[in-house]
């Protein structure tokens, strides 16, 4: 089974901190994404990374910046934490191959900022 | 653009009850996939299916069914005989070639519950 794991399941930071969310999967998927889940929003692609130090802008990346250096680790940062910010976070993996194109979900984190 | 739209926000139903969440979507992509996952409380996005724009036959798993229109743009999502364990969010997503597959648009999902 595909695993995917997110550092935390909770966090709280504070306005202005830097905060970093990390995901590791372990089945060698080329493609990494992150989302943010808001109620009435669905889910909407902060950032996509499709190689190891790759990575492309998603819907909403602004006041977000990622990291990959190795291929089963990406990492979501917000360089300064703001409250609009408080929301569920979700680390998704895939194959880079059309017809197994499916992505598998981490369990999530849920951020507040205070 | 591409776009999904889930126009049921939240379905109640009581158990034993079939009940049909849909799915419309708008692609120019003439190749795309259509998909189904569930969210229960705990949080975690669990896939369901994958369809192909080439492959409209119906699809049976269990209690689950889902049937693909590509007439009305349709991917409605049939579960039989509710159960209390299938109270979820379940959400409807698409790719298409134009993003090599890669990338996931999704509905704003259905939050389903289902009660003894």
């Known amino acids: 089974d595909v695993k995917v794991t997110q550092s935390s399941r909770y966090l709280v930071k504070r306005t202005g901190e830097k905060v970093f969310l990390e995901c590791v999967q372990d089945m060698d998927h080329e493609n990494m994404f992150w989302y943010r889940q808001d109620p009435g929003l669905g889910l909407r692609l902060i950032y996509f990374s499709y190689d190891v130090k790759m990575k492309e802008k998603g819907d909403i990346p602004e006041g977000y910046s990622v990291s990959r250096e190795k291929k089963e680790r990406f990492s979501l940062i917000l360089e300064s934490a703001s409250t609009n910010q408080t929301s569920m976070y979700l680390c998704a993996s895939s194959l880079a191959a059309g017809d197994r194109s499916e992505q598998y979900f981490g369990p999530g984190t849920r951020l507040t900022v205070t | 653009a591409q776009k999904v739209t889930q126009a049921q926000t939240e379905i109640s139903v009581v158990e034993k009850e079939d009940v049909t969440l849909d799915c419309v979507y708008e692609t120019r992509d003439t190749t795309y996939y259509l998909f189904w996952y569930k969210q229960p409380p705990s949080g975690e996005l669990v896939f369901l299916i994958r369809?192909?724009?080439?492959?409209?036959q119906n699809e049976i798993s269990g209690r689950y069914s889902w049937n693909f229109q590509k007439s009305t743009s349709s991917f409605n999502f049939t579960i039989t005989a509710s159960q209390v364990v299938d109270s979820a969010v379940y959400f409807c997503?698409?790719?298409?070639?134009?993003?090599?597959?890669?990338?996931?648009?999704f509905g704003t999902g259905t939050r389903l519950l289902v009660s003894p």
């Open positions: 369809r192909n724009s080439f492959d409209e």
């Open positions: 997503a698409l790719s298409g070639v134009n993003t090599g597959f890669q990338k996931l648009v």
